[in-house]
Protein backbone atom coordinates (compact mmCIF):
# COMPACT_ATOMS: atom_id res chain seq x y z
CA UNK A 1 0.00 0.00 0.00
CA UNK A 2 3.14 2.18 0.52
CA UNK A 3 4.37 1.34 -2.25
CA UNK A 4 1.27 2.38 -4.38
CA UNK A 5 1.12 5.26 -2.61
CA UNK A 6 4.46 6.66 -3.50
CA UNK A 7 3.76 5.58 -7.01
CA UNK A 8 0.46 7.43 -7.51
CA UNK A 9 2.55 10.60 -5.99
CA UNK A 10 4.87 10.68 -8.50
CA UNK A 11 2.96 9.43 -11.32
CA UNK A 12 0.27 12.31 -10.32
CA UNK A 13 3.24 14.84 -9.87
CA UNK A 14 4.26 13.95 -12.99
CA UNK A 15 0.80 14.28 -14.58
CA UNK A 16 0.45 17.68 -13.33
CA UNK A 17 3.78 19.05 -14.43
CA UNK A 18 3.01 18.06 -18.15
CA UNK A 19 -0.19 19.66 -17.98
CA UNK A 20 1.71 22.84 -16.28
CA UNK A 21 4.45 22.35 -19.66
CA UNK A 22 1.52 22.47 -22.14
CA UNK A 23 0.46 25.91 -21.16
CA UNK A 24 3.21 27.97 -19.89
CA UNK A 25 6.44 27.66 -21.49
CA UNK A 26 8.90 28.42 -18.33
CA UNK A 27 8.26 24.85 -17.47
CA UNK A 28 9.55 23.15 -20.33
CA UNK A 29 13.01 24.12 -18.46
CA UNK A 30 14.62 20.87 -17.41
CA UNK A 31 15.24 22.62 -13.82
CA UNK A 32 11.65 24.05 -14.02
CA UNK A 33 10.24 21.43 -14.65
CA UNK A 34 12.36 18.89 -12.04
CA UNK A 35 11.48 20.51 -9.08
CA UNK A 36 8.19 21.46 -10.17
CA UNK A 37 7.85 17.66 -10.43
CA UNK A 38 9.27 17.08 -7.55
CA UNK A 39 7.49 19.69 -5.19
CA UNK A 40 3.94 18.55 -6.72
CA UNK A 41 4.90 14.79 -5.30
CA UNK A 42 6.36 15.81 -2.07
CA UNK A 43 2.39 17.87 -1.43
CA UNK A 44 1.10 14.31 -2.67
CA UNK A 45 3.06 12.61 0.02
CA UNK A 46 1.91 15.08 2.31
CA UNK A 47 -1.97 14.75 1.30
CA UNK A 48 -1.62 11.26 1.71
CA UNK A 49 -0.14 11.61 4.65
CA UNK A 50 3.13 9.43 3.83
CA UNK A 51 5.84 8.82 6.63
CA UNK A 52 7.71 11.72 6.82
CA UNK A 53 11.04 10.16 5.22
CA UNK A 54 8.98 9.47 1.87
CA UNK A 55 8.78 13.25 1.17
CA UNK A 56 12.57 13.42 1.22
CA UNK A 57 12.71 10.19 -1.43
CA UNK A 58 9.63 12.25 -3.53
CA UNK A 59 11.93 15.34 -3.30
CA UNK A 60 15.33 13.56 -4.77
CA UNK A 61 13.54 10.86 -7.20
CA UNK A 62 13.24 12.35 -10.18
CA UNK A 63 16.30 15.49 -10.03
CA UNK A 64 18.49 12.32 -9.12
CA UNK A 65 17.09 9.69 -11.99
CA UNK A 66 17.96 13.03 -14.37
CA UNK A 67 21.25 13.62 -13.29
CA UNK A 68 22.11 10.05 -12.92
CA UNK A 69 20.71 9.98 -16.76
CA UNK A 70 23.02 12.49 -17.69
CA UNK A 71 26.24 10.76 -16.17
CA UNK A 72 25.79 7.68 -18.48
CA UNK A 73 26.93 5.78 -15.78
CA UNK A 74 27.35 1.68 -16.53
CA UNK A 75 24.11 -0.24 -15.98
CA UNK A 76 26.12 -2.80 -13.11
CA UNK A 77 26.38 0.75 -11.43
CA UNK A 78 22.48 0.96 -10.83
CA UNK A 79 22.78 -2.79 -10.03
CA UNK A 80 24.61 -2.53 -7.50
CA UNK A 81 22.98 0.72 -5.47
CA UNK A 82 19.62 -1.62 -5.52
CA UNK A 83 21.19 -4.53 -4.03
CA UNK A 84 22.94 -2.08 -1.38
CA UNK A 85 19.87 0.54 -0.91
CA UNK A 86 17.78 -3.15 -0.17
CA UNK A 87 19.97 -4.51 1.90
CA UNK A 88 20.29 -1.22 4.17
CA UNK A 89 16.47 -0.32 3.73
CA UNK A 90 14.96 -3.86 3.86
CA UNK A 91 11.60 -3.28 5.13
CA UNK A 92 10.98 0.39 4.16
CA UNK A 93 8.83 0.10 1.21
CA UNK A 94 6.92 -1.71 3.09
CA UNK A 95 6.51 0.83 5.82
CA UNK A 96 8.96 -0.50 8.43
CA UNK A 97 11.18 2.45 9.75
CA UNK A 98 14.37 3.22 7.73
CA UNK A 99 17.83 3.46 9.20
CA UNK A 100 18.88 6.63 11.42
CA UNK A 101 21.52 6.57 13.54
CA UNK A 102 21.17 7.95 17.24
CA UNK A 103 24.11 9.73 18.42
CA UNK A 104 26.85 9.33 20.62
CA UNK A 105 25.05 11.21 23.51
CA UNK A 106 22.44 9.00 23.40
CA UNK A 107 24.20 5.62 24.03
CA UNK A 108 25.91 7.63 26.99
CA UNK A 109 22.64 8.74 28.41
CA UNK A 110 20.83 4.74 27.96
CA UNK A 111 24.16 3.69 29.69
CA UNK A 112 23.88 5.76 33.01
CA UNK A 113 19.80 3.83 32.98
CA UNK A 114 21.34 0.69 32.59
CA UNK A 115 23.54 1.66 35.52
CA UNK A 116 21.09 3.30 37.60
CA UNK A 117 18.51 0.20 37.01
CA UNK A 118 21.41 -2.02 38.10
CA UNK A 119 20.40 -4.31 34.56
CA UNK A 120 21.43 -7.55 33.92
CA UNK A 121 20.24 -7.77 30.22
CA UNK A 122 19.38 -5.12 27.10
CA UNK A 123 17.92 -5.08 23.75
CA UNK A 124 17.40 -2.32 21.19
CA UNK A 125 14.80 -2.65 18.93
CA UNK A 126 15.57 -2.24 15.19
CA UNK A 127 19.48 -1.41 16.48
CA UNK A 128 20.83 -0.48 12.75
CA UNK A 129 24.79 -0.72 12.81
CA UNK A 130 24.83 -0.80 16.98
CA UNK A 131 24.90 3.11 17.47
CA UNK A 132 23.58 2.01 20.72
CA UNK A 133 24.31 -1.36 21.73
CA UNK A 134 28.36 -1.32 20.45
CA UNK A 135 29.30 1.26 22.97
CA UNK A 136 26.83 0.12 25.51
CA UNK A 137 28.54 -3.44 25.48
CA UNK A 138 32.07 -1.80 25.61
CA UNK A 139 31.33 -0.02 28.50
CA UNK A 140 29.38 -2.23 30.63
CA UNK A 141 31.02 -5.47 30.13
CA UNK A 142 27.86 -6.92 32.81
CA UNK A 143 25.38 -6.32 31.27
CA UNK A 144 24.21 -8.83 28.14
CA UNK A 145 23.65 -6.48 25.15
CA UNK A 146 21.40 -7.37 22.25
CA UNK A 147 21.32 -5.79 18.61
CA UNK A 148 17.72 -7.17 16.87
CA UNK A 149 17.61 -5.61 13.31
CA UNK A 150 16.17 -7.14 10.56
CA UNK A 151 18.10 -5.37 7.81
CA UNK A 152 20.61 -7.76 6.17
CA UNK A 153 23.43 -5.13 5.88
CA UNK A 154 23.05 -2.84 9.28
CA UNK A 155 22.76 -6.36 10.80
CA UNK A 156 25.93 -7.84 9.42
CA UNK A 157 27.94 -4.31 10.13
CA UNK A 158 26.65 -4.50 14.03
CA UNK A 159 27.48 -7.59 14.12
CA UNK A 160 31.00 -7.67 12.66
CA UNK A 161 31.53 -4.53 15.07
CA UNK A 162 30.95 -6.59 17.78
CA UNK A 163 32.53 -9.88 17.27
CA UNK A 164 35.08 -9.35 20.22
CA UNK A 165 32.47 -8.36 22.70
CA UNK A 166 31.41 -11.38 24.87
CA UNK A 167 28.37 -9.94 26.09
CA UNK A 168 27.08 -8.65 22.57
CA UNK A 169 24.84 -10.59 20.22
CA UNK A 170 23.19 -9.52 17.09
CA UNK A 171 20.42 -11.43 16.29
CA UNK A 172 18.82 -11.09 13.16
CA UNK A 173 14.54 -10.72 13.19
CA UNK A 174 11.73 -8.93 13.23
CA UNK A 175 11.28 -7.31 16.77
CA UNK A 176 7.56 -8.21 16.96
CA UNK A 177 8.92 -11.45 17.31
CA UNK A 178 11.10 -11.17 19.86
CA UNK A 179 9.90 -11.92 23.95
CA UNK A 180 10.15 -8.94 25.55
CA UNK A 181 10.25 -10.53 29.22
CA UNK A 182 13.74 -11.60 28.82
CA UNK A 183 15.31 -7.69 29.16
CA UNK A 184 15.64 -5.26 31.94
CA UNK A 185 15.79 -2.44 29.93
CA UNK A 186 14.21 -2.18 26.32
CA UNK A 187 15.36 0.86 23.82
CA UNK A 188 13.71 1.53 20.34
CA UNK A 189 14.68 4.74 18.04
CA UNK A 190 11.16 3.84 15.44
CA UNK A 191 8.69 6.17 14.77
CA UNK A 192 5.27 7.51 15.59
CA UNK A 193 3.91 4.76 13.01
CA UNK A 194 4.87 1.61 15.16
CA UNK A 195 4.61 2.92 18.91
CA UNK A 196 0.75 1.93 19.04
CA UNK A 197 1.55 -1.65 18.18
CA UNK A 198 4.91 -2.26 19.91
CA UNK A 199 3.79 -0.41 23.33
CA UNK A 200 0.84 -2.82 23.40
CA UNK A 201 3.16 -5.89 23.16
CA UNK A 202 5.60 -4.16 25.68
CA UNK A 203 2.93 -3.72 28.34
CA UNK A 204 1.51 -7.49 27.30
CA UNK A 205 5.45 -8.93 28.19
CA UNK A 206 7.36 -6.92 29.95
CA UNK A 207 8.33 -8.35 33.17
CA UNK A 208 6.86 -5.84 36.25
CA UNK A 209 9.68 -2.90 37.56
CA UNK A 210 11.70 -3.07 33.94
CA UNK A 211 12.07 -0.23 31.84
CA UNK A 212 11.50 1.08 28.14
CA UNK A 213 13.27 3.73 26.80
CA UNK A 214 11.81 6.06 23.66
CA UNK A 215 13.96 7.89 21.76
CA UNK A 216 11.77 10.91 20.09
CA UNK A 217 8.46 9.34 19.92
CA UNK A 218 6.29 9.11 22.77
CA UNK A 219 4.14 6.11 23.42
CA UNK A 220 0.50 7.09 22.76
CA UNK A 221 -1.67 6.62 25.95
CA UNK A 222 1.20 5.70 28.32
CA UNK A 223 2.45 8.38 31.27
CA UNK A 224 6.01 7.91 30.70
CA UNK A 225 8.18 7.88 34.15
CA UNK A 226 10.32 10.47 33.19
CA UNK A 227 11.64 12.18 29.97
CA UNK A 228 15.60 13.35 29.13
CA UNK A 229 16.55 16.11 26.94
CA UNK A 230 19.79 15.36 25.84
CA UNK A 231 22.14 18.25 24.56
CA UNK A 232 23.03 16.51 21.02
CA UNK A 233 22.68 17.44 17.35
CA UNK A 234 19.17 16.80 17.15
CA UNK A 235 18.24 17.58 20.32
CA UNK A 236 16.89 13.77 21.30
CA UNK A 237 14.11 13.52 23.62
CA UNK A 238 13.91 10.61 25.66
CA UNK A 239 11.12 9.19 26.93
CA UNK A 240 11.21 6.50 30.13
CA UNK A 241 8.32 3.97 30.60
CA UNK A 242 8.06 1.81 33.84
CA UNK A 243 5.95 -1.22 33.46
C1 LIG B 1 15.71 4.70 13.24
S1 LIG B 1 16.75 3.26 13.06
C2 LIG B 1 17.47 3.16 14.67
C3 LIG B 1 18.83 2.51 14.67
C4 LIG B 1 19.48 2.40 16.08
N1 LIG B 1 18.56 1.84 17.05
C5 LIG B 1 19.95 3.73 16.57
O1 LIG B 1 19.32 4.26 17.50
O2 LIG B 1 20.92 4.26 16.01
C6 LIG B 1 15.49 1.99 13.06
C7 LIG B 1 16.00 0.61 12.67
O3 LIG B 1 14.96 -0.32 12.94
C8 LIG B 1 15.01 -1.35 11.97
N2 LIG B 1 13.68 -1.99 11.95
C9 LIG B 1 12.52 -1.41 11.55
N3 LIG B 1 11.50 -2.28 11.71
C10 LIG B 1 12.04 -3.41 12.24
C11 LIG B 1 11.49 -4.66 12.66
N4 LIG B 1 10.19 -4.89 12.57
N5 LIG B 1 12.32 -5.59 13.18
C12 LIG B 1 13.67 -5.35 13.30
N6 LIG B 1 14.24 -4.18 12.92
C13 LIG B 1 13.45 -3.23 12.40
C14 LIG B 1 15.38 -0.63 10.68
O4 LIG B 1 15.94 -1.52 9.74
C15 LIG B 1 16.38 0.42 11.20
O5 LIG B 1 17.68 -0.08 11.11
Redesign the pocket.
Same mark, same amino acid.
Given at each position: MTLLRAFFCQIFGLLLTFGLAYWLPIFHHPIVFLFTQSGLAVGNAFLLRQPSWWLLIHLLFLPSVFVFFTLALPSWFYLMAVVILTLIF??TVRG?????? +?SSE?AEAVAVLLKKENAQTFV?????VG??AIPIAKQLLAVQVEA????PL?WVISAFRGRNLSNFTASR????TADFSKYDVIFA??SPRVMPEISEKLKGEMRAGTLFIS +?SFPSPNWQPESILHLNDRRKTVLFCYRI
Open positions: WGDVPLFL +SVDLGAGSVCERAPRNFFFL +S
